[in-house]
């Protein structure tokens, strides 16, 4: 429409025509998750599962749709593992390595977990540089991201948020970022 810029008609029209297929598409898109949000007021498991950080409306819905019945997995390794989160293990006698992840499982799922790992991430770094309060899990993310790299720090992450979700649906509880297993916690 700005007639001073230097883009030929013919070349115009064709953009028009393209911005008119972002605008239907992007109409589609809001019809979608309209629809999601519909399923999600009489669904609670993926109401409670939404309360993980990095977990939204369409990775909720999916994985309440997709999994089934959490209780098929005897634990949260298991869980994670059927979404492919977990290292591939190269063992022989007494020496224990571990791999990359093993990229088996629900790919879909798997990377909507992951980019809601990037996501939580992001936002748990611009809280740091905001100087606001960071939860247990946002400190352990971001001191992995500064050893490991951030791509590693977002797989790690959605591992632990497969194996956060698995334990809280198991429970019948809401998520807690500031949980700690037994494992987890502190000697002394």
């Not at 019809?31 to 109401?47: F, H, M, P, Y």
């Not at 593992?81 to 977990?86: E, K, N, R, V, Y």
């Not at 720090?153 to 979700?165: D, E, H, I, Q, S």
Request: charged letters at 25%; hydrophobic letters at 40%; one cysteine or more.
């Amino acid at each position: 429409e700005d007639a001073d810029n230097d883009i030929p008609m013919a070349l115009r029209h064709a953009l028009a025509g393209m911005l008119d297929r972002i605008t239907a598409c992007q109409d589609a898109m809001a019809g979608i998750e309209k629809q999601l949000a519909e399923i999600v007021q009489g669904d609670t498991r993926s109401q409670r599962l939404m309360t993980a950080s990095g977990v939204g409306l369409i990775t909720a819905t999916a994985m309440s749709a997709g999994i089934g019945d959490f209780a098929r997995f005897p634990s949260g390794r298991h869980f994670a593992s059927a979404l492919g989160l977990t290292p591939r293990e190269y063992s022989s006698g007494g020496s224990r390595k571990l791999g990359r992840i093993s990229k088996r499982g629900d790919v879909y799922l798997r990377t909507l977990l992951i980019h809601g790992a990037r996501s939580a991430l992001m936002a748990a770094h611009r809280a740091q540089k905001r100087g606001q309060p960071l939860d247990h899990t946002q400190h352990w993310a971001l001191a992995l991201a500064e050893r490991k790299g951030h791509n590693k720090a977002a797989v790690a992450l959605a591992n632990k948020t497969a194996r956060r979700l698995w334990a809280a649906e198991h429970h019948g509880t809401s998520f807690d970022p500031d949980h700690v297993s037994q494992r987890e916690q502190p000697a002394g």
